[in-house]
């Protein structure tokens, strides 16, 4: 049977149980559209392409599953490279489509024609311009599988509108693995051997998980490990929630904004077990002063990022489910006991970091931003998916609500995008329409994509924002406040709208709290509002965020609050 191009790309859509996808109709795309008015996949229309990426983002984080949006060409595909940056570092799993001029006027400089395959190489797990229809098929279950398999990250389909038009024979394909790629799942038995062996070496073991944990779906496993052996854990800013952070060995989260047992951790163990991380410079501080006295084992499915940051002594190349199975297994043949005798030292050492350098703050007369995410943890018993802007907001909520689940932070981690919190919440709620979803916003990075809250409102999704407004780009600031002498050069907010009201000209709630007074009872009532409610909380201009690891210090070395 001969079909068009525009619904060729429908049908294997469909054999890969894509139910949602997220866009923006050009010209380029104008016959996808048509096939999509004829069928019952979902669509959600967003008001930005940009929005369209963070918000297949968040649904992918939130649903487990490869999520897709669909843009037209030149600026319609230029506008999703910030989206498809932020995937590629935090490795989540997208396919995104873009509209191309017909393949005999590119390179000509044809109207609304950009080279985004050459433009996003750098930033895509792999990326395609299909010229044949006859490949148009193969190529979309191919990119499907390279998006969801080994390391997850996106992949960029460029189809020339030409190729929408043309007709062919369509044969469905159940799967398409390119023979090059083979990703490894299960590790080398020998090597998971030996990192028992220096586990029962170990006296002051710590273990580093990170957003692989999450992806690779080994939170269960990785909790099951740890309190097997009582090894204490920290995360990376990815890996919240692949620990649970009501349990005793949770230290926090390590790094720049890490807490202060966990960094002194790096600084004191003699064994790290690195699981699903990727060594980032906001993770390590000073690389050459990270964990000096440690031995330190590499679980990743992704031997590139094996020692390319941090050098390790036991490279193990595996998913981090498998691999942590397999340990799991291997520890039922132990002698538990002696294991977990020599812990208590090094927990009671912990212990006394813990308590002698706590996170804190001090409320008074004006709205600490802290505050509000705790009462926020609080009324919502740390249940909700939460997911973030960049910048304090996001540190603020790394640290003061706690994670007990996988999937239930959402953030931009690796390349730190303002701008994402919103359409990621949409794409959360989207995926998850019983939970309760708010993003944790400043009033710089709200405004980045604002504008979404009409699709919020259009769509009918109760997503809830949390704005700490400080009237400053908070985090800049607070650089120009320690180490460049006050001298705040443009990250003061001269003028801001009105939220309350912008809110509701969106068809919104709006709702804002001036005083700690008023916290509580803002948040209840937004909370508790079936629909979008933006919430404006007027907090302390000049509050920082607290500890910090100045840039190219060790972790050890942490400046406090005043």
Same mark, same amino acid.
């Given at each position: 049977m001969k079909l068009t191009g525009a619904r060729i790309l429908m049908e294997v859509l469909k054999t890969e149980g894509v139910d949602t996808l997220f866009g923006y109709p050009g010209a380029a795309v104008i016959d996808i559209y048509d096939e999509l008015a004829k069928s019952d996949m979902r669509h959600i229309l967003v008001r930005h392409e940009q929005a369209a990426v963070h918000a297949a983002d968040g649904y992918a984080r939130a649903k487990g599953c490869v999520g897709v949006c669909l843009v037209t060409s030149g600026p319609g595909a230029t506008n999703t490279v910030t989206g498809i940056a932020s995937a590629f570092m935090d490795s989540i799993p997208l396919v995104v489509i873009s509209g191309q001029v017909p393949t005999h006027l590119i390179g000509n400089d044809a109207f609304q024609e950009v080279d985004i395959v050459g433009i996003t190489r750098p930033c895509t797990k792999h990326n395609y311009l299909v010229k044949r229809i006859e490949d148009l098929a193969r190529t979309v279950k191919e990119a499907f599988y390279i998006a969801g398999s080994g390391r997850p990250g996106p992949v960029l389909i460029d189809i020339p509108k030409d190729v929408l038009v043309d007709s062919t024979n369509y044969v469905c394909r159940k799967t398409v693995r390119p023979k090059s790629y083979k990703p490894i799942y299960t590790p080398d038995i020998r090597r998971v051997r030996k990192v028992l062996n220096l586990i029962r070496q170990a006296e002051r073991p710590l273990i580093l998980a990170g957003g692989g944990v999450i992806l690779s779906k080994a939170s269960e496993a990785l909790t099951?490990?740890?309190?097997?052996?009582?090894?204490?854990?920290?995360?990376?800013?990815?890996?919240?929630g692949a620990f649970p952070g009501s349990d005793p060995l949770w230290l926090g989260m390590i790094g720049m904004h890490g807490t202060y047992q966990a960094n002194m951790c790096?600084?004191?163990?003699?064994?790290?077990?690195?699981?699903g991380v990727r060594f980032d410079d906001r993770v390590t501080g000073k690389t050459d002063a990270f964990a000096p006295?440690?031995?330190?084992?590499?679980?990743?499915?992704?031997?590139?990022?094996?020692s390319k940051n941090i050098p390790v002594c036991l490279p193990v190349v595996g998913d981090c489910? #498998?691999?942590?199975?397999? *340990? &799991?297994?291997?520890?039922?043949?132990?002698?538990?006991g002696n294991l977990r005798k020599t812990r208590d030292n090094w927990l009671e050492q912990i212990e006394y970091w813990r308590l002698s350098r706590p996170l804190a703050y001090q409320q008074e007369e004006v709205i600490?931003?802290?505050?509000?995410?705790?009462?926020?943890?609080?009324?919502?018993?740390?249940r909700a998916v939460i997911t973030t802007e960049v910048g304090q907001n996001q540190m603020?909520?790394?640290?003061?609500?706690?994670?007990?689940?996988p999937n239930h932070f959402v953030t931009s981690g690796g390349l730190g995008c303002m701008g994402f919190g919103l359409p990621a919440a949409i794409g959360v709620q989207l995926a998850c329409p019983d939970k309760l979803v708010v993003d944790v916003a400043g009033d710089g990075s709200i405004q980045m994509n604002i504008q979404e809250f009409a699709t919020a409102v259009q769509y009918g999704l109760? #997503?809830?924002?949390?704005? *700490? &407004?400080?009237?400053?780009?908070?985090?800049?600031?607070?650089?120009?406040?320690?180490?460049?002498?006050?001298?705040?050069?443009?990250?003061?907010?001269?003028?801001?709208?009105?939220f309350v009201k912008l809110a509701e000209a969106y068809g919104a709630t709006g709702l804002r709290a001036t005083a700690p007074g008023?916290?509580?009872?803002?948040?209840?009532?937004?909370?508790?509002?079936?629909?979008?409610?933006?919430?404006?909380?007027?907090?302390?201009?000049?509050?920082?965020?607290?500890?910090?690891?100045p840039a190219g210090a060790p972790l050890t070395e942490m400046v406090f609050v005043k």
């Open positions: 099951q490990f740890a309190r097997k052996l009582r090894i204490p854990v920290t995360t990376t800013l990815m890996g919240l790096t600084g004191d163990c003699d064994l790290m077990i690195a699981i006295l440690a031995k330190i084992v590499h679980i990743d499915i992704d031997p590139t990022s094996i489910g #498998v691999s942590l199975g397999r *340990l &799991n297994a291997l520890l039922e043949d132990e002698d538990l600490k931003p802290q505050y509000v995410v705790e009462k926020l943890y609080e009324l919502t018993k740390g603020w909520a790394a640290q003061y609500y706690h994670f007990d689940r109760p #997503v809830k924002v949390v704005i *700490l &407004n400080n009237g400053y780009l908070g985090m800049v600031r607070q650089w120009q406040e320690l180490f460049y002498e006050k001298r705040y050069a443009c990250t003061g907010f001269e003028h801001s709208p009105d008023d916290v509580e009872a803002v948040l209840r009532e937004g909370l508790s509002s079936d629909g979008p409610v933006l919430m404006d909380f007027a907090v302390e201009p000049e509050e920082s965020v607290f500890p910090m690891v």
